[in-house]
């Protein structure tokens, strides 16, 4: 019989909806009936693409001895961390303070009154590794709540003193913006760096993708330790193993230094963030190998995460049939018969076969390269295995690209992994932003559609009455939403806006921005996490540090800066470089874990070009403008565009009181919205561009 959880919308509630565990999801039904009964909670947090969710669930929540043990002792609460991060955040806080470590799924034991006292991750369902079984623990609660609950309020309330403690602002620090933080921050980033195999850090390996970016930032303007930095990182994992070289996307991390075996699961932020940064390297160095990986990227993005209206779903399951990573993974036998069978449409070769070379291309051996299957990585370059087998660079390309697609065809064929596709409004804002600058980078169409479609989406779906929701699915918008949410939307529409100069974005941004500032302002500085009329248990969370996502910190300070460039107002701006200054000493010393701070810190200091661009209703194709601007990589450039005469409540103030030169289209260079004289031709417009 279905458990409270049938009634949710959440795909990895609903997985858990015919446990025989009598979970809830959290909300007043839940808390009152803990607290009318004295009951301690037991708090269960994870999302539907955990590999270790789903074994704990397996293992434990489907065990009827189990669940009668939870059932009669606790109120039991499954939380989604993708809808509820407030809750996630604030227990997870707990559960670090508590063993050092967090993780998913996350495992916390509440008093009544919603404080912690005792919390871990995965628990086995017998002891190992010095890890206690879940009954074990369960059971010694159970017997401590009845019997020592004094124990049980002294541990409670020194976690929560603790959490408070911790979420109280410190005074003091340098309250400049100051380029060392930069510049520093750039040596810090190449003293941890892994030159043997790429990236930061040890396994499990995380791409890092906000830290390339600041890194690509700085190479936008001549460092050339930044660029070292950037492209080995993002070289290291083209090779494959974490980026999928079939079907294109990535994977969260890898579970070995040398990106080559992965934690399966594909979420949706990991391949907006890594999209932008592979677009980016393609434009800094022309490479088309990093154009390739940004398109097989969003070509996996279209594929396999997007919903009919536009929308983009969270991720792709590790598992499927019961496995982690089977879908994936490859047998020698099956390659070498594939490829053999292709042999009549592969080019002609003399002295080699297309095995010998796909093998070579592939460090394809016969007894496997993870547990006797085969995660296919790159070994040699299209370029070295023309040199190895004498053959032209197009006959390799053109080869190993038939043998890709009938791999990707018969993979698709297989059993696939489960989608959660709920719609969440942050994530898709960091896609949204990352088609918008690919349509607008490489003057793709195909990606401009999918961009204003998203759009239109978001705009239509998670809008209700005026409140922006936090998730969507099937028809439904929940949870209010959270600063991250109204942050990345708002970059996200900017850089549509930029893109196809529709005011209707603009006039969303500025609602977005109204909203942050009159909701979400924490009088002592920057932002709460939660609007104000959000209900969160114990304290009003405010993260400040950048983790497998951008915090909303850091967005909401990248998304003012913008929005001061477009609008010339200096309280946003002055509002961002507060936030900025204070975080310029913890980003220094910790970069990788304030890697989306620096970007925005970046941003602040460089120089920037504010153009303007008006053109008459007859000419309105303004693309000899725009491509001059977005010839190259230019991170600290914005764009306002509009016919003329313009509805001034709707566009930027950087358009307002502007001319047309005789009427045709005039373009406005500014720094600063100090603007040079206004030019009305391309060649001018590019000596202007030139001059800064």
Known sequence: MPNHLIAENSPYLLQHADNPVDWYAWGEEALVRARAEDKPIFLSIGYAACHWCHVMAHESFEDPEIAEILNENFVNIKVDREERPDLDSIYMNAVVALTGQGGWPLSVFLTPDLQPFYGGTYFPPARRY??????????AIARLWKEDRQQINKSSEAITAHLIADQTPRAGGDQTLRQEVIEQSVLRLAQG???????WGQAPKFPQPMTIEFLLRRAAQGDKLGMDLAVNALD???????YDLIGGGFARYSTDDQWLVPHFEKMLYDNALLARCYLYAHLLTRDAGYLHVCRATLDFVQRELTNPLGGFYSSLDADSEGEEGKYYLWTYAALVDQVERLASQLPALSGASWTDVFNTAYGVARGGNFEGAIVLQRALNDLELSEKFSLSLEQIQQGLDIIQRT??????????????DKALTAWNGFMLLTLAEAARYLNDAGYLRMAQQNAAFLVQNLFVDGRLYRSWRNGIARHTAYLEDYAALALGLLALYQTDHNPVWFRTVRRLIDKIVSDYTDPSGGFFDTAADQKTPLLRPKDVQDNTTPCGNSLAAMALLQFSAFTGSGAHRELAEQMLAAMGGVAVKYPTAFANWLCAYDFSLAKSLEIAILFPPEQADISRYTELIWGGYRPNWVLAASQ???????APEILHNRKLDDQRITAYVCEKFFCRQPVSDPESFRRELELH
Do not use: H, T
Not at 193 to 199: A, E, V
């Open 193 to 199: 760096y892994d030159w043997k195999n790429g990236g």
């Open 644 to 650: 003329f005469p313009l509805a001034e409540v709707d």
């Open 130 to 139: 010095n890890i206690p079984s879940f009954q074990e623990v369960i059971l």
């Open 407 to 420: 791999l990707l065809d018969q993979r698709q064929a297989r059993v696939r992994p489960g989608a959660d």
């Open 236 to 242: 290291a994992m083209a090779r494959g193993g974490m």
